[in-house]
């Protein structure tokens, strides 16, 4: 089983900053890692694809990048909208795993 | 649009059994694997199950095997998860999920269905 470790598991900031949450692998998945956002009582909600391809309807503010075994989601000038769980989730193998999920509390 | 719709959550007691059903709509149902994934009360998210497009193929998380057998109805665009010898471990949110390649990321989920498994 592959498993996702992400950092940090919570992170309190202010609007307009820049975030960055890291999803690391224990083996390479290539690029077959995506991000979702769960926002209270509500369903996950795909953010990025295959690592770093953007999702239509996505703002433009998150994007993601990595490979291997390393990859990050940055959120770019922060909204008050963004507070939500992040998750990575991986599709290279069976058992699909997500990360533990980093929780993002707005000042 | 696509929706995914799941019901036949509800309170259990435990060794019991429930079934669980996602009702899709707006796709082309049978081209696209199927997945459960839960999430116990504020935890993170669980993947439970996979079924391929046409129901041949078939995967579950070590927790659940033996336990829950995931199933399609592609004719009435349809995905259920039967649920047996439930425990208390088993107390979660459960989501439909929709797959867009073998490999690929679940672009769809349903809004949720609660399971509780208590005496």
């Known amino acids: 089983e592959i498993v996702l470790t992400q950092s940090p598991d919570f992170q309190s900031v202010t609007p307009k900053e820049k975030v960055t949450i890291t999803c690391r692998a224990s083996?390479?998945?290539?690029?077959?890692l995506h991000w979702y956002q769960q926002k209270p009582d509500q369903s996950p909600k795909l953010l990025i694809k295959y690592a770093s391809q953007s999702i239509s309807g996505v703002p433009s503010r998150f994007s993601g990048s990595g490979s291997g075994t390393d990859f990050t989601l940055t959120i770019n000038s922060l909204e008050a909208e963004d507070a939500a769980a992040y998750y990575c989730h991986q599709s290279r193998s069976l058992p699909r795993t997500f990360g533990q999920g980093t929780k993002l509390e707005i000042k | 649009q696509v929706q995914l719709v799941e019901s036949g959550g509800g309170v259990v007691q435990p060794g019991r059994s429930l079934r669980l059903s996602c009702a899709a709509s707006g796709l082309t149902f049978g081209s696209y694997g199927m997945h459960w994934v839960r999430q116990a009360p504020g935890k993170g998210l669980e993947w439970v199950a996979v079924i391929s497009y046409d129901g041949s193929n078939k995967y579950y998380t070590d927790s659940v095997k033996g336990r829950f057998t995931v199933s399609r109805d592609n004719s009435k665009n349809t995905l259920y998860l039967q649920m047996n010898s439930l425990r208390a471990d088993d107390t979660a949110v459960y989501y439909c999920?929709?797959?867009?390649?073998?490999?690929?990321?679940?672009?769809?989920w349903g809004q949720g269905t609660l399971v509780t498994v208590s005496s």
């Open positions: 999920a929709k797959d867009t390649s073998y490999y690929g990321d679940f672009d769809y």
């Open positions: 083996q390479s998945i290539g690029s077959n």
